[in-house]
């Protein structure tokens, strides 16, 4: 099993650009979700979702958009990209209470 | 929403030794869990050890232990016999114990760094 992938590694955006950061997972993990790791910070929920077809919004989810079209996808979209959105951003998977970490993508926006 | 705090930024041990990072959190939950995580430089964030609040028995994994205390919401993290592999950032989080919440909110992390 490849656990939870992530794409790209490292992105450099402009300011206003659009991207979707992509996650994988091949463990039939209901819940999946994404964070965010700033420096001198640790990470923070952005989105999260519970199943196919349902999302929801973590603690800090202005400026980022997501779907979950099936179970093992869970894309992260910037719709216009900020400085402030320059950031690590890690996606999670589980089925118990024990989240499995993706390797993160490092986000520069210039 | 839940607070973890840990007041230690950064943290220096000798190779062998032992050192204990701490983590306090406040929440109104009687049913939670708690985590501690590892980041080391290559990023990945990997899961050492986690704890039930209604056990009372102390979680170990190997050279890791924590000590819970759930009346003072204590959650501190012993590593023993240190060594170079362990230098990394370690995260103290929570997950309230409600089926279907999923949610972790973390510490701001403490840096371990393990000297030779």
């Known amino acids: 099993n490849a656990g939870v992938t992530q794409t790209p590694k490292f992105q450099v955006l402009k300011t206003g650009q659009s991207m979707t950061l992509q996650c994988a997972q091949d463990?039939?993990?209901?819940?999946m979700s994404w964070y965010r790791q700033d420096p001198g910070m640790g990470l923070r929920l952005i989105h999260y979702?519970?199943?196919?077809?349902?999302?929801d919004q973590g603690e800090v989810p202005n400026g980022y958009n997501v779907s979950r079209s099936t179970t093992e996808d869970f894309p992260l979209r910037l719709l216009s990209a900020a400085p402030s959105q320059t950031s690590v951003y890690f996606c999670?998977?589980?089925?118990?209470?024990?989240?499995?970490f993706g390797p993160g993508t490092r986000l520069l926006v210039l | 929403a839940q607070t973890v705090t840990q007041s230690q930024p950064e943290m220096s041990v000798q190779e062998a030794e032992t050192v204990t990072l701490s983590c306090t959190y406040d929440t109104s939950e009687n049913n939670y869990y708690l985590f501690w995580y590892k980041q080391p430089p290559s990023r990945q964030m990997i899961l050492v050890i986690r704890?039930?609040?209604?056990?009372?028995q102390n979680a170990t994994e190997n050279r890791f232990s924590v000590n819970f205390q759930k009346a003072a919401k204590s959650f501190s993290l012993k590593i023993s016999d240190s060594q170079l592999g362990d230098t990394a950032m370690y995260f103290c989080?929570?997950?309230?114990?409600?089926?279907?919440?999923?949610?972790?909110?973390f510490g701001a992390g403490t840096t371990v760094t393990v000297r030779a």
């Open positions: 463990m039939n993990h209901e819940y």
């Open positions: 979702s519970v199943g196919a077809g349902i999302t």
């Open positions: 999670a998977s589980s089925r118990g209470k024990a989240q499995y």
């Open positions: 989080a929570f997950m309230k114990g409600r089926s279907n919440d999923y949610k972790l909110s």
């Open positions: 704890q039930e609040a209604y056990k009372q």
